[in-house]
C-alpha cells in the first residue's frame, strides 16, 4: 500500500512539473507574441518584462520538481548564488548594460528622435533596448551604442526647445573686426537663426578666429540650417570683398595683388539642402514622430480622464475624435517602422 501511495505521489508530482513546465511557456510564447506586437517602441520595458518573467518561471520550475524539501531548497540556494555571481561578475558586460539602461530609463534624459552626442559619436536616437541604445549618425549609419557606455561617457542632448548653431572662420587682422561682425551676422540671417551674435575665439599669430552663432528653433532641420550658414558666410564675405584667408597665405604659384576671392553672384536655393535630414535621419524621424503622437495621445486621454465630469458633450467627442485620428497615425507610423527595419535587415 505505501509502495502505490509513493507511486501516485511521485505521478502527481510529475504531472504538476508537467503542467508548471507547459503553463510557463505558453505564458512566456502569448506574452512575447502578444506584447511584441503592441509595444513596437517599448522595446525596453518589453524585453525587461520579458526577462522578469523567465526568472520566476525558473524559480517556479525548481519549485515543482519532485524532489524532498531539502534537494528543492538547494536548488533554490544555488539559483540565487548564480545569479548573484552572474550581477557581481557580469559588470562589464550583459547585467551592466541592463542596469544601465534601467538608470537611462529613471533619468528619462533622452527620448526618440533626440539629437545626442556621447564619445564623439554624434546622431538622432532610433531605439532605446534593454542592452543598447540605437543612434541614426548624420550619414545616415546606424550606431550600437550599449547602455554602460551611456552611463560612463557625458552625454550631450540638444533641447527640443531650440539650439544654438556655430561656426568658427579665421580671418586677417587688416580687416576690421565691427566690418566681419557686421557681415557674420547678416549671414546668421540668411541662414535662418535668430539672436546673431560674434565673438573672437583667439588672436593667433597670423589670424583672428570668429564665431558666429545664432539661435535656431526648430532642431529637425540642424544640418540643413548648418550647411546654411557655411553657404551665407562664403557669400556674405565674398560680396563685402573680404578675403577668406590669412596673411600668412602661401601658395607655390605667384599671386601678386590678386585678391584670393571667386566672382560672386546671388545665392540660388539648393533644392537638396531641405532633404538633409529626410536623406540622413530616415528612420530616426520616423521614431520621433511616433514619440510625438503616443505623447499627444497620452495628453489628450488625460485631459479626456481629468474632464470626466466638466466638458461637454461637444468637446469630448472632439478629443475622441482626434485620439481616434492619433491611434490611427500611430499605426501607420510604426508599420512604417517596422517596414524601415525589415529593409535594413
Same mark, same amino acid.
Given at each position: 500500500?505505501?509502495?502505490?501511495?509513493?507511486?501516485?505521489?511521485?505521478?502527481?508530482?510529475?504531472?504538476?512539473?508537467?503542467?508548471?513546465?507547459?503553463?510557463?511557456?505558453?505564458?512566456?510564447?502569448?506574452?512575447?507574441?502578444?506584447?511584441?506586437?503592441?509595444?513596437?517602441?517599448?522595446?525596453?520595458?518589453?524585453?525587461?518584462?520579458?526577462?522578469?518573467?523567465?526568472?520566476?518561471?525558473?524559480?517556479?520550475?525548481?519549485?515543482?520538481?519532485?524532489?524532498?524539501?531539502?534537494?528543492?531548497?538547494?536548488?533554490?540556494?544555488?539559483?540565487?548564488?548564480?545569479?548573484?555571481?552572474?550581477?557581481? #561578475? *557580469?559588470? =562589464?558586460?550583459? $547585467?551592466?548594460?541592463? !542596469? /544601465?539602461?534601467?538608470?537611462?530609463?529613471?533619468?528619462?534624459?533622452? &527620448? %526618440?528622435?533626440?539629437?545626442?552626442?556621447?564619445?564623439?559619436?554624434?546622431?538622432?536616437?532610433?531605439?532605446?533596448?534593454?542592452?543598447?541604445?540605437?543612434?541614426?549618425?548624420?550619414?545616415?549609419?546606424?550606431?550600437?551604442?550599449?547602455?554602460?557606455?551611456?552611463?560612463?561617457?557625458?552625454?550631450?542632448?540638444?533641447?527640443?526647445?531650440?539650439?544654438?548653431?556655430?561656426?568658427?572662420?579665421?580671418?586677417?587682422?587688416?580687416?576690421?573686426?565691427?566690418?566681419?561682425?557686421?557681415?557674420?551676422?547678416?549671414?546668421?540671417?540668411?541662414?535662418?537663426?535668430?539672436?546673431?551674435?560674434?565673438?573672437?575665439?583667439?588672436?593667433?599669430? #597670423? *589670424?583672428? =578666429?570668429?564665431? $558666429?552663432?545664432?539661435? !535656431? /528653433?526648430?532642431?529637425?532641420?540642424?544640418?540643413?540650417?548648418?550647411? &546654411? %550658414?557655411?553657404?551665407?558666410?562664403?557669400?556674405?564675405?565674398?560680396?563685402?570683398?573680404?578675403?577668406?584667408?590669412?596673411?600668412?597665405?602661401?601658395?607655390?604659384?605667384?599671386?601678386?595683388?590678386?585678391?584670393?576671392?571667386?566672382?560672386?553672384?546671388?545665392?540660388?536655393?539648393?533644392?537638396?539642402?531641405?532633404?538633409?535630414?529626410?536623406?540622413?535621419?530616415?528612420?530616426?524621424?520616423?521614431?520621433?514622430?511616433?514619440?510625438?503622437?503616443?505623447?499627444?495621445?497620452?495628453?489628450?486621454?488625460?485631459?479626456?480622464?481629468?474632464?470626466?465630469?466638466?466638458?461637454?458633450?461637444?468637446?469630448?467627442?472632439?478629443?475622441?475624435?482626434?485620439?481616434?485620428?492619433?491611434?490611427?497615425?500611430?499605426?501607420?507610423?510604426?508599420?512604417?517602422?517596422?517596414?524601415?527595419?525589415?529593409?535594413?535587415?
Amino acid at each position: 500500500m505505501t509502495y502505490i501511495l509513493d507511486m501516485f505521489s511521485a505521478s502527481y508530482n510529475i504531472v504538476i512539473l508537467l503542467i508548471t513546465i507547459f503553463f510557463s511557456f505558453i505564458l512566456l510564447a502569448v506574452l512575447n507574441h502578444y506584447l511584441k506586437e503592441r509595444w513596437q517602441k517599448r522595446k525596453f520595458l518589453f524585453q525587461f518584462i520579458m526577462l522578469s518573467l523567465t526568472l520566476v518561471s525558473v524559480v517556479a520550475i525548481i519549485i515543482a520538481l519532485p524532489l524532498s524539501d531539502a534537494l528543492r531548497g538547494q536548488l533554490l540556494t544555488l539559483f540565487g548564488i548564480l545569479l548573484s555571481a552572474a550581477i557581481a #561578475f *557580469s559588470s =562589464t558586460t550583459f $547585467i551592466s548594460n541592463i !542596469l /544601465a539602461g534601467v538608470m537611462l530609463r529613471i533619468i528619462k534624459n533622452i &527620448k %526618440l528622435g533626440d539629437y545626442i552626442t556621447v564619445d564623439n559619436i554624434t546622431g538622432r536616437a532610433t531605439e532605446m533596448n534593454l542592452l543598447h541604445i540605437e543612434i541614426q549618425t548624420d550619414k545616415s549609419d546606424l550606431v550600437t551604442i550599449p547602455n554602460i557606455h551611456m552611463v560612463t561617457y557625458p552625454v550631450k542632448v540638444v533641447k527640443s526647445s531650440g539650439t544654438i548653431v556655430s561656426i568658427d572662420i579665421s580671418l586677417g587682422y587688416d580687416i576690421s573686426r565691427q566690418r566681419i561682425a557686421k557681415q557674420l551676422c547678416l549671414a546668421a540671417e540668411d541662414a535662418g537663426l535668430t539672436e546673431g551674435f560674434v565673438q573672437i575665439q583667439s588672436l593667433g599669430d #597670423f *589670424s583672428v =578666429t570668429y564665431r $558666429i552663432a545664432g539661435h !535656431l /528653433a526648430d532642431i529637425s532641420h540642424l544640418l540643413s540650417v548648418k550647411a &546654411k %550658414l557655411y553657404n551665407a558666410v562664403l557669400d556674405r564675405l565674398h560680396a563685402d570683398k573680404i578675403e577668406i584667408v590669412s596673411p600668412n597665405f602661401m601658395n607655390t604659384r605667384v599671386m601678386g595683388e590678386q585678391a584670393i576671392i571667386p566672382q560672386y553672384s546671388e545665392p540660388k536655393v539648393d533644392s537638396n539642402e531641405n532633404n538633409l535630414e529626410k536623406l540622413a535621419f530616415d528612420k530616426a524621424e520616423m521614431a520621433s514622430a511616433i514619440t510625438n503622437i503616443q505623447t499627444a495621445i497620452e495628453q489628450h486621454t488625460a485631459n479626456l480622464e481629468k474632464g470626466k465630469e466638466t466638458l461637454s458633450d461637444v468637446e469630448r467627442e472632439t478629443i475622441e475624435v482626434e485620439l481616434t485620428k492619433l491611434n490611427r497615425q500611430l499605426e501607420e507610423e510604426e508599420e512604417r517602422l517596422k517596414n524601415q527595419d525589415s529593409k535594413t535587415d
